[in-house]
């Protein structure tokens, strides 16, 4: 989901197809079916950024004498791992703007 500024988007039309264009039938009918979206979806209601950091956790192995070690991030909010450092928590949505943590360095 991404939350949209619908003034700004129309602002940024208004900017790209100046008002006195003469628009062809097709981009008249785009401009028509877009103002018709943007006024007409479903509005959410506003909730707070929570912001959180992966705690990245390594694993070490020795499978038939060769070491491997894959790590996994997990959200400091929620708990969720996931196998990316993505910049938002795939479960609780936490934005990942603080510093991602080494799971050794949480000690």
Not at 20 to 37: E, F, K, P, R, T
Not at 83 to 106: F, I, L, S
Request: include cysteine.
């Amino acid at each position: 989901m991404k939350l949209i500024d619908a003034d700004a988007a129309f602002d940024v039309l208004d900017e790209k197809i100046p008002q006195d264009a003469d628009l062809s039938g097709y981009v008249q009918g785009l401009m028509d079916a877009m103002q018709y979206i943007v006024n007409d979806a479903p509005v959410i209601d506003d909730v707070p950024v929570t912001h959180a950091h992966w705690i990245v956790r390594q694993e070490f192995h020795d499978a038939h004498g060769a070491e491997w070690e894959p790590f996994f991030c997990e959200c400091s909010r929620c708990g969720k791992a996931t196998g990316d450092d993505t910049p938002y928590c795939p479960e609780c949505g936490a934005r990942m703007d603080q510093p991602t943590v080494a799971e050794e360095e949480r000690v």
